[in-house]
């Protein structure tokens, strides 16, 4: 069975620190890596998505993948209050069918 | 435009009863999923319908669960015979083409309580 793991949280960074989120993954046929951002009550949006090993930036994002060792990871840099939610990770093989980690809370304290 | 609309936003039930669950996508987009988020669970995947395609129903956790797409655009979860460990939010999401997860827009859910 296919499992995606992550930490459950929360983090706790303070505003304009560098908030670091994992997840590990177990089926090694797995090519492509999201992440959703989930505000309580809300529905996820997709932040990004990284499909080859080293680091994919966007703004403040960064996703990192290390297929090697099954690990991706996002970076928020300049962590703002608004930051605060809960973060999922995803992964797809060659169907397009996804799993999903359980999610990590972040809360931003100013 | 219009985004993935969901009804009804909320629905209680009582146990054993039958519930429908209704789903809009984005228009002009092929590929529709179904997923349930149980309080404090990731996005369990239920069901992925891709144009005309035979969906594929591997999420679907018992035969309780069905679901149809019409036309090629809404679509329909049915859980029959409801029991409380249904109570969940059931999100539903479209994305155009072949972009599968890459462009996935969600819709606001449906919160099923059984009672």
């Known amino acids: 069975q296919k499992e995606v793991e992550q930490n459950s949280g929360p983090l706790s960074v303070p505003e304009g620190a560098i908030a670091s989120l994992n997840c590990t993954y177990s089926?090694?046929?797995?090519?492509?890596f999201f992440w959703y951002r989930q505000y309580s009550g809300k529905s996820p949006e997709l932040i990004m998505f990284?499909?080859?090993?080293g680091d994919k930036e966007d703004g403040r994002f960064t996703a990192q993948l290390n297929k090697a060792s099954q690990y991706v990871s996002l970076l928020i840099r300049d962590s703002q209050p608004s930051d605060s939610a809960t973060y999922l990770c995803a992964v797809t093989g060659g169907s397009y069918i996804p799993t999903f980690g359980r999610g990590t809370s972040l809360i931003v304290h100013p | 435009g219009a985004g993935v609309s969901q009804s009804p936003s909320n629905k209680v039930t009582e146990k054993g009863k039958d519930v429908e669950l209704r789903c809009d996508p984005i228009s002009g987009h092929t590929a529709l999923y179904w997923y349930r988020q149980s309080l404090g669970q990731g996005l369990e995947f239920l069901i992925y319908?891709?144009?005309?395609?035979?969906?594929?129903k591997s999420g679907l956790p018992s035969d309780r669960f069905s679901a149809e797409r019409t036309g090629g655009s809404v679509s329909t979860l049915t859980i029959q015979r409801t029991q409380q460990e249904d109570s969940a939010v059931y999100l539903c999401?479209?994305?155009?083409?072949?972009?599968?997860?890459?462009?996935?827009?969600f819709g606001p859910g449906t919160r099923l309580t059984v009672t």
């Open positions: 999401a479209s994305s155009p083409g072949t972009s599968g997860v890459r462009e996935q827009y």
């Open positions: 089926d090694r046929g797995s090519q492509s």
């Open positions: 990284i499909y080859s090993n």
């Open positions: 319908f891709q144009g005309n395609s035979a969906p594929d």
